[in-house]
């Protein structure tokens, strides 16, 4: 499986079985201002996640990737492809959740960004 970062291989473990279809995602304003504004924070190695537990349901990702930090929108398209990828790879283990994450400033799109972010969705229960 191909990752977000020029033809680099991710570490991926199984195959697309788990799919991230429009049901998990977040978008738009009127999605991401009430975990701003009231949702748990948590940040972990630079990444900042907003947080808010559902009663059922998949779990849903919101991607917060502006120009500040990358110049560039190919740059920032890997960017979130990276954390989509983690998310979908990890959704299983959530639960119905609600996450909007923030990457650090700076921060380049690659198989070791999808390991860090791997190895943070499973710290944030």
Same mark, same amino acid.
């Given at each position: 499986?191909?990752?977000?970062?020029?033809?680099?291989?991710?570490?991926?473990? *199984?195959? !697309?079985s /788990?799919?991230? $279809?429009?049901?998990?995602?977040?978008?738009? +304003?009127?999605?991401?201002? &009430?975990? @701003?504004?009231? *949702?748990? !924070?948590? /940040?972990?190695? $630079?990444?900042?996640?907003?947080l808010?537990? +559902?009663?059922?349901?998949? &779990?849903? @990702?919101?991607?917060?990737?502006?120009?500040?930090?990358a110049?560039?929108?190919?740059?920032?398209?890997?960017?979130?492809?990276?954390?989509?990828?983690?998310?979908?790879?990890?959704?299983?283990?959530l639960?119905?959740?609600?996450?909007?994450?923030?990457?650090?400033?700076?921060?380049?799109?690659?198989?070791?960004?999808?390991?860090?972010?791997?190895?943070?969705?499973?710290?944030?229960?």
């Amino acid at each position: 499986m191909r990752c977000c970062a020029h033809g680099v291989q991710a570490a991926a473990s *199984g195959s !697309r079985s /788990s799919p991230f $279809g429009a049901d998990r995602r977040l978008t738009g +304003r009127s999605a991401f201002e &009430p975990l @701003l504004r009231a *949702g748990q !924070r948590r /940040s972990l190695s $630079g990444y900042t996640f907003y947080l808010a537990r +559902r009663p059922e349901g998949p &779990p849903r @990702l919101g991607v917060l990737v502006t120009r500040r930090h990358a110049a560039l929108a190919t740059d920032r398209n890997r960017i979130k492809r990276c954390i989509r990828e983690a998310f979908r790879l990890e959704q299983a283990r959530l639960g119905p959740i609600d996450v909007l994450v923030r990457p650090p400033y700076g921060v380049r799109g690659s198989a070791a960004m999808l390991a860090r972010l791997r190895e943070l969705f499973t710290r944030l229960d």
